[in-house]
């Protein structure tokens, strides 16, 4: 079964940076996509950044220049690297993942089937 688990969240000013990470334990597929959602207070769920086994990556365009994605070498840690956070970055921010290829499309990865539990970043102007 797989098991993913949050960390790094917490609180900052505008401007700031935050590390978020996610342990990933469990997956046996040979081919498999991991990202990360977060979901404003009031709003849906919404597709930050997404990443593949080839260490392509892809972004939101709100996050573009911001935020980068990794993932270690033994693919068990997927990371989010967030620079000049604004307000309007608060959310709970999740860590997905699923088999295959990751979707053309940020917005489609609220849509991945395993999740973590999630952690809430909260940015102050």
């Known amino acids: 079964q797989v098991e993913l688990v949050e960390s790094g969240g917490g609180s900052v000013q505008a401007g700031g940076s935050l590390k978020l990470s996610c342990t990933v334990s469990?997956?046996?597929?040979?081919?498999?996509?991991m990202g990360w959602i977060r979901q404003p207070p009031g709003k849906g769920r919404e597709g930050v950044a997404a990443i593949d086994d080839d260490g392509v990556t892809s972004y939101a365009d709100s996050v573009k220049g911001r935020f980068t994605i990794s993932l270690d070498n033994a693919k068990t840690t997927l990371y989010l690297q967030m620079n000049g956070l604004k307000p309007d970055d608060t959310a709970i921010y999740y860590c997905a993942a699923d088999r295959g290829h990751c979707p053309s499309d940020v917005a489609l990865l609220r849509y991945l089937t395993a999740w973590g539990q999630g952690t809430q970043v909260s940015v102050s102007s």
């Open positions: 469990g997956y046996t597929y040979s081919r498999h996509c």
